[in-house]
C-alpha cells in the first residue's frame, strides 16, 4: 500500500512509523478503509450512537501529511507534543509534514502511550 505513495520522502517517513508501531504494538496492522493503515481495535461511539470498531492507533500517508491517528485526543499529551518537533493536530490527529525535525523518541513515546491508552485485548 506504501507503495503507492507519490512523495518518496513521505512514504519513507510512514514506512519508519510503521515500523515504530509495530515494534511498539507487537502486532501487524489491517488496511483500513483502502488508505488507513490500523493496529489493535477499540470500539469507537459515533455522534449518533452507534458503537463500531475502529483501530487502536494508525497512520495513513497522505498527500499533505503523514497522519497519525490514536496519539492524541482533544489536547491530550501536550507535554510530549512541545518537545516531539514541527507538527500540528486536529481532534484525534498528528500531522508530520516530515519526520527528520521529529524527535522519535518523544514519538514512540506517543505510540507507547496512544496504545496503551487505547488498545482493548481480543
Known sequence: MLDAVADPRRAADARQVLALMREVTGVEP???AGSMIGFG???YTTADGV???YF???LAARKAALTLYGLTFYGSNADLLERLGPHTTGKGCLYLKRLD???LDVLRELVELGWRTNH???
Do not use: K, L, M, Y
Request: charged share 30%; no cysteine; hydrophobic share 35%.
Open 101 to 103: 525535525g521529529v524527535d
Open 51 to 53: 458503537t463500531r470498531d
Open 41 to 43: 481495535r477499540q470500539p
Open 120 to 122: 482493548v485485548p481480543e
Open 30 to 32: 489491517t488496511v483500513w
Open 56 to 58: 487502536a492507533i494508525g
